[in-house]
């Protein structure tokens, strides 16, 4: 199981009693101190540790049409779903699926078999005010899904990785690995109004552009909170496929500048080869690595991006492929439905480098 240190407590406590106070606006809640509370879990009682075990095959048709991935069973203990009014104590099971994959032409042949296996349990955490008061006005819920064994879904892309960890692509080709790749303390915020997710993040592997690497923004610092204000970029020539930190020169913030978001708080997506740019597919062969220094802090990175064209998002568990037709605000990912997406850019993470997200209900 995942524990959290008693500085990662500290940490939460201080960037999220302004979040909290910021999403409640509500005077019964706003100025009440707050703490974490952990769960305390019988790895043999399956209500409160549960493993999921998934693998298996995909067989790719010649319409290339979307591919939906098996469904999981998710407890909820929130106070609403939807419209819905939830009951607390009560454990509400929905069905849900993993995903919708969809393969552009030319990354995969019809016919091909793509393989997918994965396993994570979860535990739950408990954010409560501590007034003394027994009836709590919001309540806040965190689930931990620790990675258990190595989780791929290789998406069509031809790709290799040397031993400082370097991945290449081959041209033309699409990638994606691991939906909940080892993933490391996922925060899920929730309350009657919207839900929050966040992950803690120690750098990452990432393909298609250099990474983002700026903490959310706090109410009183941006006027869109809970996004990402910026946006960290390197200087290497692109077109030599090095538009990365080197290995030996890897110490934030070399070779870095800024790339803000604009006053609608989108990231625009962009098919040319800038790492401050999110881009959908590589097109290159390329190789792609951030690294960070021994002791370099962790932080909690939301993103938001706002497509320009077709996208692959992720829904609440796995992959999303969304038109970019169904994008209808630029301020919030949100399809035709009303639905919002976490963004999932086409990404490789290795190790204990943790994808990091945020959606908003």
């Given at each position: 199981m995942?524990y959290?240190?008693k500085?990662?407590?500290?940490d939460i406590?201080e960037?999220w ?8 606006e ?19 009682d ?6 999921k075990n998934y693998?298996?095959?995909i067989t ?8 939906y991935l ?6 909820e203990?929130?106070f609403?779903?939807?419209s ?13 699926e993993l995903?919708?994959?969809t393969?552009s ?5 019809p016919g091909?078999?793509v393989?997918?296996?994965y396993?994570f349990?979860?535990?739950?955490y408990?954010?409560?005010?501590t007034d ?6 919001v309540?806040?819920k965190?689930?931990?899904?620790e990675?258990e064994t ?8 031809a790709?290799?990785?040397?031993d400082?960890?370097?991945l ?10 691991s ?8 925060w899920?915020?929730s ?7 966040v992950v803690e993040s120690?750098?990452?592997?990432s393909?298609?552009y250099a ?13 869109y ?8 970029r390197?200087k290497?020539d692109?077109?030599e ?11 934030f913030?070399?070779h870095r500048?800024?790339?803000y978001?604009?006053d609608?708080?989108?990231?625009n ?6 790492c ?5 597919k590589m097109?290159?062969d390329?190789s792609?690595q ?9 932080f909690?990175?939301?993103?938001i ?8 998002v992720?829904?609440?568990?796995g992959l999303y ?15 035709t439905?009303?639905n919002?997406?976490?963004v999932f850019?086409?990404v490789?993470?290795n ?11």
């Amino acid at each position: 199981m995942a524990y959290l240190s008693k500085t990662a407590c500290n940490d939460i406590y201080e960037t999220w009693t302004k979040i909290i106070r910021f999403i409640c606006e509500d005077s019964s809640t706003a100025g009440k101190d707050w703490q974490i509370k952990r769960y305390t879990v019988n790895e043999d009682d399956p209500k409160n540790v549960q493993y999921k075990n998934y693998s298996g095959s995909i067989t790719i048709d010649s319409s290339y049409s979307p591919v939906y991935l098996p469904t999981i069973s998710v407890e909820e203990a929130t106070f609403t779903l939807g419209s819905t009014v939830l009951t607390e104590g009560v454990d509400y099971t929905l069905d849900k699926e993993l995903g919708i994959v969809t393969f552009s032409s030319g990354s995969v042949s019809p016919g091909d078999t793509v393989d997918y296996s994965y396993k994570f349990k979860r535990a739950e955490y408990v954010l409560y005010n501590t007034d003394g008061s027994e009836e709590v006005v919001v309540k806040m819920k965190f689930q931990i899904y620790e990675q258990e064994t190595e989780a791929h879904i290789r998406l069509g892309a031809a790709y290799s990785i040397d031993d400082s960890g370097n991945l290449t692509l081959e041209e033309d080709t699409n990638f994606a690995i691991s939906f909940w790749n080892n993933p490391n303390n996922l925060w899920i915020f929730s309350n009657q109004r919207r839900v929050i997710i966040v992950v803690e993040s120690e750098g990452f592997y990432s393909i298609g552009y250099a990474g983002l690497t700026l903490r959310l923004c706090l109410p009183d610092e941006y006027k869109y909170p809970l996004v990402l204000t910026a946006s960290h970029r390197c200087k290497y020539d692109y077109s030599e496929a090095w538009w990365h930190d080197e290995q030996d020169k890897a110490y934030f913030p070399l070779h870095r500048g800024y790339a803000y978001f604009d006053d609608t708080a989108t990231w625009n997506v962009k098919d040319e080869y800038a790492c401050y740019y999110v881009q959908p597919k590589m097109h290159l062969d390329s190789s792609t690595q951030i690294n960070y220094p021994s002791g370099f802090p962790k932080f909690f990175y939301p993103i938001i991006v706002s497509p320009s064209w077709d996208y692959s998002v992720g829904a609440y568990q796995g992959l999303y492929y969304v038109p970019a037709s169904d994008f209808t605000s630029e301020t919030t990912i949100t399809d035709t439905e009303g639905n919002s997406y976490i963004v999932f850019p086409d990404v490789y993470r290795n190790d204990w480098r943790y994808w990091h997200a945020i959606l908003e209900e």
